[in-house]
């Protein structure tokens, strides 16, 4: 890739990329030499009505958010519009992510206990403010070289379809994410896989301040005795291509002539006095916004309110024109192929279960038996979300979740841990039932505990 023809609004983008819902995130370089992160959106969502401006309304309340004292979110530089483009980028890295972490093996269940506690304070601190991230799941929860959890995407997944997420999702995200944790351990790790569980269950009953709570009250069950977040950092590091540690901060990115990037955040003649916020943190006081000003963030006529006086575009802004031009095109032949499997928001067919099957060993399981119970679930690729449940034959015990489902994928596997103690000669069952997308499915596995 020509780094010096693939620079958008100052930011270089590298070889890295991966497709989301959302469209491409690309590894990037931001212009003061930091890592940093470029999404360009999906034309197909971008381009429908109000999702750019619910888009850049999301991203405005982030900023306000972080300028009102919240951590724990990966900082947004700016929104730009290139022609019928729309890119975000980013202030700091979004790879690599807990989905990447975990692709390579188990995560140190000290650091898997560590992203939790950092998400599950993130998510509350946004419930404070009166908004919700909306799509918590291991993609969307970015690990830094120095081993923290920060969320990426927050309210873009809500912005693209027209939808306010409840808290409530956030938890079951939060859930499922716990549940994911558990069942990467390794076997070794079993005391740390039933405290996350316990951790999940609590957040979709308690809410996600008990299911914190938990983790830090009972971290001395962790390997090593306590939380840390080093072994999770030696993982982001050795996924990581840049690998080196910040030190600081990263710099605010400032709007800066770039030809035919228009930026959508902001807006000339808009206060740049400092923030308010009011009782519900998140609202601004702005004076009403001019039609020049609509215009600008429309990204409509956006060549013409960039020309100098004189008619004639400079040089140098021309030069940045074609190398933006010549960018795009690249770009889009690299990505022709990818761009077919990208998430439709209209056109492809909504999220459907196909089958199930619940499989439990058939050896009679001894005393004090830890077991394994296995859900396949078998969906017609389209990507969303599905909401089950186990429920077992002995015990009121309801274990609910969360499956996020992508477009590439057809077959995921739900995994349920049951321990049986005592004396008894008894035949357990096992249930998951599909609750949505609907109709419910249901399907059920058997074995003999003999003590």
Not at 71 to 83: E, N, Q, R, S, Y
Not at 326 to 334: E, I, P
Request: glycine share 10%.
């Amino acid at each position: 890739m020509d780094n010096a023809a693939n620079d958008i609004a100052g930011f270089r983008l590298t070889e890295h990329t991966w497709m989301t819902e959302l469209g491409n995130w690309i590894d990037a370089i931001s212009p003061d030499g930091r890592r940093a992160g470029a999404l360009l959106f999906d034309p197909r969502i971008i381009g429908l009505p109000g999702v750019r401006d619910r888009v850049v309304n999301a991203v405005m309340t982030d900023q306000r958010l972080v300028l009102g004292g919240l951590t724990g979110l990966i900082p947004v530089a700016d929104v730009v519009a290139v022609g019928d483009q729309v890119w975000l980028l980013t202030g700091q890295a979004v790879s690599p992510t807990l989905a990447d972490l975990l692709t390579s093996g188990p995560v140190d269940p000290s650091g898997a206990a560590s992203a939790l506690v950092e998400t599950a304070q993130t998510l509350m601190a946004l419930h404070a403010a009166g908004v919700t991230h909306g799509s918590v799941h291991p993609g969307t929860v970015v690990i830094t070289a120095e081993g923290a959890a920060l969320l990426s995407e927050r309210g873009l997944s809500d912005a693209i379809r027209g939808l306010v997420s409840l808290p409530d999702r956030d938890a079951a995200g939060w859930a499922a994410l716990a549940r994911g944790l558990a069942a990467s351990l390794t076997p070794g790790s079993t005391q740390a896989a039933q405290l996350f569980e316990r951790a999940a269950a609590t957040a979709g009953t308690l809410g996600l301040g008990a299911a914190r709570d938990l983790l830090v009250a009972e971290q001395t069950t962790l390997p090593g005795g306590a939380i840390g977040r080093e072994g999770l950092a030696r993982a982001a590091r050795g996924r990581s291509a840049f690998a080196q540690p910040r030190v600081h901060a990263p710099t605010p990115v400032m709007p800066r002539d770039e030809g035919d990037i228009v930026t959508l955040l902001h807006v000339p003649g808009r206060s740049a006095g400092p923030v308010q916020f009011g009782p519900g943190v998140g609202t601004q006081v702005q004076r009403p916004e001019t039609t020049a000003e609509r215009i600008w963030r429309a990204g409509r006529d956006g060549a013409a309110t960039m020309h100098r006086p004189g008619g004639k575009r400079p040089r140098a802004a021309r030069a940045r024109r074609w190398r933006t031009i010549f960018a795009t095109a690249v770009f889009a032949a690299v990505m022709a192929g990818a761009i077919l499997a990208w998430f439709k928001l209209s056109g492809e067919p909504e999220l459907a279960v196909k089958s199930i099957d619940v499989v439990a060993p058939k050896k009679t399981q001894g005393c004090n038996s830890k077991v394994l119970i296995t859900g396949t679930v078998v969906t017609n690729g389209a990507p969303g979300e599905i909401t089950f449940e186990w429920r077992k034959n002995l015990d009121e015990d309801v274990v609910r979740g969360t499956l996020r489902t992508t477009s590439d994928k057809t077959s995921y596997t739900v995994p349920l841990r049951w321990s049986l103690q005592g004396k008894s000669n008894v035949k357990a069952t096992a249930t998951l039932r599909i609750l949505t997308p609907g109709p419910v499915r249901t399907d059920k596995a058997s074995f003999t505990y003999k003590c």
